[in-house]
Nanobody, 121 residues
């Protein structure tokens, strides 16, 4: 069945870097746009970054622009999020999301279980 498995989270000091990975299986990865979301305790889930199915277009939330980079390797069915210059406010659970539109069923989305990122001294 469909699986999205995030990894690469952990604890880092402010200014540090992490690289998150999301390994996908059970669907045609190369036809889906991929997104990273994050959610801190007690706060709403927010979009971090998005990338088109072929990797040719990317989109970032303003607070991440210039610090985060989303990329994908369709041969490996994996999407990445490189996070640099991390700030305490980046602390959250980070989720991988797959997105497409089907002509009969409309929007199809899949979610991973998340990986925790903690930025603190």
């Amino acid at each position: 069945q469909v699986r999205l498995v995030e990894s690469g989270g952990g604890s880092v000091q402010p200014g540090g870097s992490l690289r998150l990975s999301c390994a996908a299986s059970g669907f045609t990865f190369s036809t889906y746009a991929m997104r990273w979301y994050r959610q801190a305790p007690g706060k709403e889930r927010e979009l971090v970054a998005a990338i088109g199915s072929a990797g040719g277009s990317t989109n970032y939330a303003d607070s991440m622009k210039g610090r985060f980079t989303i990329s994908r390797d369709n041969a490996k069915n994996t999407v990445y999020l490189q996070m640099n210059s991390l700030k305490p406010e980046d602390t959250a659970m980070y989720y991988c999301n797959a997105f497409t539109r089907d002509y009969k069923f409309g929007v199809i989305t899949y979610w991973g279980q998340g990986t925790q990122v903690t930025v603190s001294s």
